[in-house]
């Protein structure tokens, strides 16, 4: 996958999780497939407008459906989250070294200043 596809890919993702319907559905789905009967229970919307909300996450490659005889059971894609954490993960960690380095610093002050009032101190 190219930079430009996997951006595409991302924004696609977030984009579909930015719906609360949407993430509650991930959440139901982590926990194992179901049939847009099972996941549409809690919601006080249509099975139509669950029908949508799940076209959407499947247009963001995060669900996909499988056909088992009647049933269309909805499964989520643990890969697909998985790139969204690794990206999360990416800006984290960056994040993570410049506080370090900001503790690192802000220990060095502390002790410089320590040293210099101890110096200022008379015996």
């Known amino acids: 996958m190219d930079q430009s596809s996997t951006e595409d890919a991302l924004d696609r993702a977030f984009l579909a999780l930015a719906d609360p319907v949407r993430r509650r559905i991930v959440a139901r789905l982590s926990r194992g497939p179901a049939t847009v009967n099972e996941l549409a229970e809690p919601f006080p919307i249509t099975k139509q ?49 410049s506080f370090r380095s900001l503790d690192a610093l802000l220990q060095k002050m502390a002790a410089t200043d320590a040293v210099a009032l101890e110096e200022e101190e008379p015996q």
């Open 49 to 97: 407008a669950i029908s949508r909300h799940i076209g959407v996450l499947e247009s963001a490659g995060l669900v996909t459906r499988t056909r088992d005889a009647q049933r269309r059971p909805v499964h989520l894609d643990p890969a697909a989250l998985e790139r969204m954490t690794a990206w999360i993960d990416t800006y984290r960690l960056e994040a993570e070294r």
